[in-house]
């Protein structure tokens, strides 16, 4: 089993910065990559970005792309959302997942407990 953690979120306001962390323990060496998701009130959890656990190969969901950069710390097991520009339409619940390579909720093993994020206009 694979355990994480998100501690962080807040309210920002709009144009600010806000970094989330997640940190992984447990079975970490199943893990292939790992992901943020999103879920607003009302809707679906969908796709943030994604990191592949060995190499940093990232993927980005258009709607954060160049605003957000995903990345690790492989010797503490632990993976960032850096989050700059931020928008109102970006508050969210923000979920870490760690598992396989994809942009679907299916494709990851492991969730964290999730984390707040609002932007104020």
């Known amino acids: 089993q694979v355990q994480l953690v998100e501690p962080g979120g807040g309210l920002v306001q709009a144009g600010g910065s806000l970094r989330l962390s997640c940190a992984a323990s447990?079975?970490?060496?199943?893990?292939?990559?790992m992901g943020w998701f999103r879920q607003a009130p009302g809707k679906e959890r969908d796709f943030v970005a994604r990191?592949?656990?060995?190499?940093?190969?990232?993927y980005y969901a258009d709607s954060v792309k160049g605003r957000f950069t995903i990345s690790r710390d492989n010797a503490k097991n632990t993976v960032y959302l850096q989050m700059n520009s931020l928008k109102p339409e970006d508050t969210a619940v923000y979920y870490c997942?760690?598992?396989?390579?994809?942009?679907?909720?299916?494709?990851?093993?492991?969730w964290g407990q999730g984390t707040q994020v609002t932007v104020s206009s």
């Open positions: 997942a760690g598992g396989g390579w994809g942009t679907e909720t299916r494709d990851y093993d492991y």
């Open positions: 447990g079975r970490t060496f199943s893990i292939k990559a």
């Open positions: 990191i592949n656990w060995n190499v940093g190969i990232t």
